[in-house]
């Protein structure tokens, strides 16, 4: 079948239709990538602890989402190592979801779910090496300026004898770039 000019015009036509509507639909998409980016903010923590026979060292990187001026919303991971001389070693394996409200510019609220994998190691042969599951819902409240927010959190399923922390008051800085 041989095309005719008119068609051929015609398929041309078409195909720069669909190209420079790919194309268009192509920009858009990598503008609204390039906006998420522009939302998204990198923090976390950083932990170092030693003493008499003891060492902990912990690291948090988190995330989060700029939903608009007041609320953000994010994830976080965190694994800690602690050591007890002659006594036991722990390793502990998390994750959370972070959600920050601030009403004014200066004040920052917040409610983060964390679980964590506990893994207990007893240098003590009558004591049971264990590993478990435990939750922690913290709610709290914090001053900011700039990207730095200074603060105190509760632990709303505290549980002392299975939770990691040592009591469900936890003071706490957040930096956020």
């Known amino acids: 079948m041989i095309l005719k000019a008119h ?3 015609k398929l041309i036509a078409l195909f720069a239709i669909l190209l420079f509507s790919f194309s268009t639909i192509s920009a858009q998409d990598d503008k609204q990538k390039s906006d998420f980016w522009e939302h998204v903010r990198f923090g976390g923590g950083l932990g170092l602890s030693t003493g008499n026979k003891v060492f902990s060292a912990t690291l948090s990187p988190s995330a989060i989402y700029d939903f608009d001026s007041q609320f953000s919303l994010g994830l976080g991971l965190s694994g800690t190592y602690y050591s007890q001389k002659n006594i036991a070693k722990s390793t502990i ?8 409200y601030n009403p004014i510019k200066e004040i920052q609220l917040s409610g983060e779910f964390e679980q964590n994998r506990v893994s207990r190691n007893f240098d003590n042969p009558d004591i049971t090496d264990d590993s478990y599951w435990t939750p922690a819902f913290f709610v709290g409240a914090g001053y900011r300026t700039n990207n730095i927010t200074i603060g105190v959190r509760y632990d709303l399923l505290y549980d002392e004898n299975k939770s990691i922390y040592a009591n469900a008051w936890a003071p706490f800085i957040r930096v956020y770039f």
């Open 7 to 9: 068609s051929f015009r």
């Open 93 to 100: 394996i998390g994750g959370s979801i972070i959600s920050l």
